[in-house]
């Protein structure tokens, strides 16, 4: 183990760098440099007006508006407009109006009151006024601020919708499906059944004519509205044949908007 001190250099103070610019320490303050009196200003309370002012004075204090003492509110204004010459002469001159009005007040205040049968008024009673009219609508204004503000508080964001193609694609017509919605109408059809014997001709290419012209090529019917129950048996097969040979020649088209869902037909354009 070593047990030899490890040495350590001290900087002094006086050779420590005031500053690095570029890499070059500079251990003294340049001769020629100049800072002007009013490179770093500080403003710890800001107001909007004289009347800003005096009511920031009077809610200090917790005085009451109605009651104002103007001899002590005049003298804090004063040492406020004196320190505002100081430090930015443009600002204290919108302030001397109401320095004059307050002396004014307080003059008045001092003067002997007139006599009792004399209407006798406040000199402090416009101030007072002023002062509550703008403590309203400075009120109103923090109320108004705090409302949520669109690109302060809201931000909206537009989004382009993607234009999007929906193609519905229509299931094709099996033979299956076609057979199975005939069953249907067969069975409806025992229903009208009877025992009566009559001859009846029937033609597959006159109801392959009598289907064609209930069809039109701009509106779909429903498959089951071919057929009509009341000619029994013999009478629906004719027609389901001459719906066959229709198919066949490509002079009607079956459409069906789901799997075993309803069959509708048209005449083909």
């Known amino acids: 183990m070593d047990n030899s001190l490890a040495e350590i250099t001290v900087i002094p103070d006086a050779l420590r760098p005031l500053a690095m610019v570029l890499g070059t320490p500079y251990l003294n303050?340049?001769?020629?440099?100049?800072?002007?009196p009013d490179a770093l200003e500080v403003f710890l309370d800001t107001f909007e007006g004289p009347l800003d002012l005096l009511l920031y004075l009077i809610k200090r204090q917790n005085l009451e508006i109605l009651d104002i003492p103007i001899a002590e509110i005049?003298?804090?204004?004063?040492?406020?407009?004196?320190?505002?010459?100081?430090i930015r002469l443009e600002?204290?001159?919108?302030?001397?109006?109401?320095?004059?009005?307050?002396?004014?007040?307080?003059?008045r205040m001092l003067l002997p009151r007139p006599p009792i049968d004399?209407?006798?008024?406040?000199?402090?009673?416009?101030?007072?006024?002023?002062?509550?009219?703008?403590?309203r609508f400075k009120l109103a204004a923090v109320e108004l601020d705090q409302?949520?503000?669109?690109g302060r508080d809201i931000h909206l964001i537009a989004v382009a919708?993607?234009?999007?193609k929906v193609v519905k694609l229509h299931p094709e017509v099996e033979l299956r499906e076609l057979l199975l919605a005939f069953k249907d109408v067969l069975k409806r059809a025992e229903l009208y059944t009877h025992h009566q014997v009559k001859m009846e001709p029937l033609s597959v290419r006159e109801r392959m004519t009598n289907v064609m012209a209930?069809?039109?090529?701009?509106?779909?019917?429903?498959?089951?509205?071919?057929?009509s129950e009341h000619e029994g048996r013999r009478g629906v097969v004719v027609t389901f044949l001459a719906v066959l040979e229709l198919i066949k020649e490509r002079l009607i088209e079956l459409v069906q908007n789901e799997a075993y869902g309803p069959i509708y037909v048209k005449a083909a354009a």
Do not use: G, N
């Open 91 to 107: 600002l204290a001159a919108e302030y001397l109006v109401m320095a004059a009005m307050l002396a004014e007040i307080k003059s």
């Open 118 to 135: 004399e209407e006798e008024t406040d000199p402090r009673a416009d101030l007072v006024r002023r002062l509550q009219e703008y403590e």
């Open 74 to 86: 005049t003298r804090q204004y004063m040492d406020y407009v004196e320190l505002m010459k100081e």
């Open 29 to 36: 303050l340049p001769r020629d440099l100049y800072i002007p």
């Open 214 to 227: 209930t069809l039109r090529t701009d509106q779909f019917a429903d498959f089951v509205t071919l057929f």
């Open 161 to 164: 919708e993607p234009e999007r």
């Open 147 to 150: 409302i949520p503000r669109v």
